[in-house]
């Protein structure tokens, strides 16, 4: 698969097979993906890649809170600015209106929009998962060496035939993934990810993007 096919088939999975994940894949993937770039080299992020009876209990705690109605960890980083301005919000509201008018759900219906959220913290029924650290005294520009991380990890997926999801939302129940991968308090959890192949009847079609003039300046001839 080339770079541009690994590009443009990726998205954000959010429904997987039982299908186990082969250890010489994310073996691979995540020995290629420590070549990703980082200002200076310094590599700020740790990853914990989760399969088996580790994941499911993990999966288990963060039900068994759901269930309980047990309140969100307090997020140690702002997801998002608390007022998102044009165009930002517009695009914002546009996902969720496709992503859970793709589930048949209406806008205003936000306990069916909160049980399909839920879904998140099975993985989305996927078999491995990836948990993101960054350690907490690295700024901005860390952040992003972490993003093209990330990035490069969901690209060597797709080479291996896998899908993923990266999720944010694993951030709201960082206690009950610490409470299994022990990671030291230097490390900041910044997201899961859902890894595994994708069950062919959940594709709810590809997100769509910004017209390129609005995210993209050419100069020059
Ligand atoms: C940092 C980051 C966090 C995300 N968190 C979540 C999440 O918690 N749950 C989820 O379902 N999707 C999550 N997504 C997926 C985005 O919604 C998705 O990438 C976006 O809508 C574009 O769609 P596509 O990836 O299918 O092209 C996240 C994406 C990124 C980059």
């Known amino acids: ?88 919000r517009e695009r914002r509201s546009a996902f969720g209106e496709q992503r859970y008018g793709a589930l048949g759900i209406p806008r205003e219906d936000l306990e069916a929009r909160q049980r399909a959220a839920s879904a998140n913290w099975d993985c989305f029924g996927a078999p491995a998962a990836l948990f993101c650290y960054i350690d907490r005294t690295m700024g901005p520009a860390q952040w992003s060496d972490v993003g093209m991380y990330l990035q490069t990890v969901m690209l060597l997926l797709r080479a291996e035939g896998l899908h993923s999801c990266p999720q944010m939302a694993w951030a709201k129940f960082r206690r009950s993934v610490a409470e299994v991968l022990s990671p030291p308090d230097e490390l900041l959890l910044f997201c899961g990810m859902s890894i595994g192949f994708a069950d062919a009847a959940e594709d709810p079609g590809r997100t769509g993007r910004a017209p390129l003039e609005e995210t993209v300046t050419f100069v020059g001839d």
């Open 1 to 88: 698969m080339d770079v541009h096919e690994a590009v443009t088939t990726r998205r954000a999975v959010r429904g997987f097979t039982g299908r186990p994940v082969p250890k010489g894949s994310l073996e691979r993937v995540m020995s290629a993906a420590a070549w990703a770039p980082s200002g200076s080299n310094i590599q700020p992020w740790h990853a914990y890649v989760v399969t088996g009876g580790p994941l499911a209990e993990i999966k288990k705690r963060a039900g068994e809170r759901l269930a309980a109605g047990d309140p969100w960890d307090e997020p140690e980083y702002e997801m998002y600015p608390p007022e998102l301005t044009s165009p930002y």
